[in-house]
């Protein structure tokens, strides 16, 4: 699949896309992206400086939602392949106003199928000459199946069983997608992943947080009482395996990928912590002492582990990064951001 010409990406301006998108021109040198995004709050264009001035990336503010604009990107640029970021991704907002979760998830990723369908497609099953590797990558994430107790890990085989509105629209997506290929006969492959850490990631999200307000000597507030444990996956790590997964994945195919780095959420509060008075030491005390217990989360799932077997034994990938160095690379990046003010 390596003679993609036209990939349209996603949600290009958050967190993952913006990672992915300098990662994929660099590596692949013979195709251009066209970089749909809202710009909703989660979006920023200065995460995409690195491209700023590479005429292989182009960006078009707008809704995946918007069917008109989806099917005129389609034509004017004749897309040959998708990686579909686009979401809105944070689980507490989902909680408090699950309305836009619904409709980009859901709905934005259906216009998405539906496009691909009717550009690559000519019926059920018949690719369009010259459409025959045009693909359609489906990013998700491992919170669709829900939680697990204290052992096991999630594979490919895992049932869905989402607990939040975030996870249950993502979970509605990637059946869509699933159901394109069996329908239709869709080139698609879809990736599940664990929480993910590293440059770039919105300010709302945990380890940001947790550099943010230590830095302002705030509270940092922990769910419950710290014990939920999440995987982390370096970006970067992630970036490559979609890159492996968009290329090489088998049709029709999902693959989770996990960073085999299981911590509760105090544990990793604290490692971030450590890493801050190594460097950016306080005058007095530690900034461990910040460390503030807050009412958990409702529907709070305990346990996120990923059994990344397949796509390792399948496509060569597993995570190279150590929590350590990826957390030191994360931490210095926030702390330069916000001691600069930068948004
Ligand atoms: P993010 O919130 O940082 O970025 C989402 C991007 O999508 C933003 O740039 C936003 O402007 C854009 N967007 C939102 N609604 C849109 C719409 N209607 N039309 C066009 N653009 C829109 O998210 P992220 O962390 O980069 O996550 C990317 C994908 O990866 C999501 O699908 C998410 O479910 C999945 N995922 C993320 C993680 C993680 O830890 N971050 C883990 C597993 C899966």
């Not at 400086?49 to 990107?73: M, T, Y």
């Not at 150590?322 to 948004?343: C, F």
């Amino acid at each position: 699949f390596n003679e993609y010409r036209t990939i349209l990406v996603t949600g290009g301006a958050g967190f993952i896309g913006s990672n992915f998108i300098p990662f994929y021109l660099k590596n692949n040198s013979n195709v251009r992206i066209i970089n749909l995004d809202k710009l909703t709050y989660a979006g920023n264009l200065d995460n995409l400086k690195e491209v700023a001035n590479d005429s292989r990336h182009l960006f078009v503010q707008g809704d995946i939602c918007n069917k008109e604009l989806v099917n005129k990107i389609f034509e004017e640029y004749n897309i040959d392949g998708i990686v579909h970021f686009a979401a809105e991704s944070h689980v507490d907002n989902s909680i408090e106003d699950p309305q836009n979760f619904i409709k980009t998830n859901i709905e934005g990723t259906f216009v998405l199928l539906e496009a691909a369908r009717k550009y690559w497609m000519n019926s059920p099953f018949q690719v369009r000459k010259g459409m025959e590797h045009a693909r359609f990558h489906h990013i998700s994430t491992d919170e669709v199946f829900g939680s697990l107790g204290a052992t096991g890990y999630f594979t490919e085989d895992s049932s869905y069983a989402p607990n939040s509105p975030y996870s249950a629209s993502k979970a509605s997506s990637d059946f869509l997608v699933r159901s394109y290929f069996h329908t239709y006969g869709l080139n698609v492959v879809t990736s599940n992943c664990s929480n993910n850490y590293g440059l770039k990631q919105h300010d709302e999200k945990l380890i940001p947080t947790i550099i943010r307000k230590a830095l302002n000597e705030e509270e940092i507030p922990i769910y419950g009482n710290g014990s939920n444990i999440r995987d982390w996956l370096y970006v970067m790590d992630h970036c490559k395996g979609i890159s492996k997964v968009f290329q090489k994945g088998r049709s029709g195919e999902t693959y989770v990928l996990g960073g085999n780095n299981e911590l509760s959420s105090l544990k990793i509060s604290k490692e971030v912590c450590v890493i801050l008075d190594n460097h950016v030491p306080k005058s007095k005390g530690s900034y461990l002492e910040q460390i503030t217990f807050v009412s958990d989360r409702p529907g709070h799932d305990f346990r996120y582990a990923i059994d990344s077997s397949k796509i390792k034994n399948e496509l060569g990938w597993f995570p190279k990064e150590s929590l350590d160095s990826g957390l030191e690379r994360t931490v210095s990046w926030y702390v330069d951001k916000y001691r600069k003010g930068r948004k």
